[in-house]
């Protein structure tokens, strides 16, 4: 557990916890709630999604490069897990913003 978690009340983690697995399995609403979300936060949006595209053409085209022999193994490996570890910190943001939180 980190710090900031080992400080907190189990039952607060636990209530934490609930309230965001109800915001993602929301149905219908979720639909007006994101909608509402991208048209307040639409510059940061726009970038995100940018982000995104311009960071899966990188991994198609480093996968193009190993397929060639371009690139050796160990490049590969490290450009891969960095490329991968940008999707994840982009993926949190887009969640983040879904949500309306701050989840790390």
């Known amino acids: 557990m980190s710090d900031r978690e080992s400080d ?3 039952a607060e983690i636990r209530e934490s916890l609930d309230d965001l697995v109800q915001k993602l399995e929301q ?3 979720s639909s007006a709630s994101w909608n509402e979300s991208i048209s307040e936060n639409i510059e940061k949006w726009e970038q995100t999604k940018q982000q995104i595209q311009e960071r899966q ?3 198609k085209q480093l ?3 190993k397929k060639a022999g371009l690139i050796g193994f160990d490049e590969f ?3 891969y ?3 991968q570890d ?3 910190e982009l993926e949190k943001i887009v969640y983040n ?3 309306g939180t701050d989840v790390q």
């Open 97 to 99: 913003m879904k949500l």
């Open 57 to 59: 053409k990188a991994l």
């Open 77 to 79: 490996n490290e450009k």
């Open 86 to 88: 940008e999707l994840v």
């Open 81 to 83: 897990r960095q490329l």
């Open 8 to 10: 907190k009340d189990p």
């Open 27 to 29: 149905g219908a609403g």
């Open 63 to 65: 996968v193009t490069d």
